[in-house]
């Protein structure tokens, strides 16, 4: 059986201050490094819920919630 791959998914347009040149279209193998790139992005419009996709199966593993995001400033 194949290693699992996991992508970040979001309804906004995903960005990253802390990450530079992130490709969000990425697949990972790694479901910690995913969960770890999703959980320091940020959507356009803020207040999107960013998430990480295992994608043999669809199963959400992570999501972020909007009140969080809505919650969040960037300087």
Do not use: C, W
Not at 13 to 31: E, K, V
Not at 34 to 52: D, F, G, M, W, Y
Request: net charge positive.
């Amino acid at each position: 059986m194949s290693t699992p791959k996991y992508k970040i998914e979001s309804s906004g347009t995903l960005a990253s201050n802390l990450l530079l040149a992130i490709n969000f279209d990425h697949l990972y193998d790694n479901s910690s490094l995913a969960v770890a790139i999703a959980a320091k992005s940020i959507t356009l419009p803020v207040q999107k819920e960013v998430r990480v996709v295992r994608v043999h199966d669809g199963e959400v593993i992570f999501r972020t919630k909007v009140a969080d995001a809505a919650n969040t400033h960037f300087s």
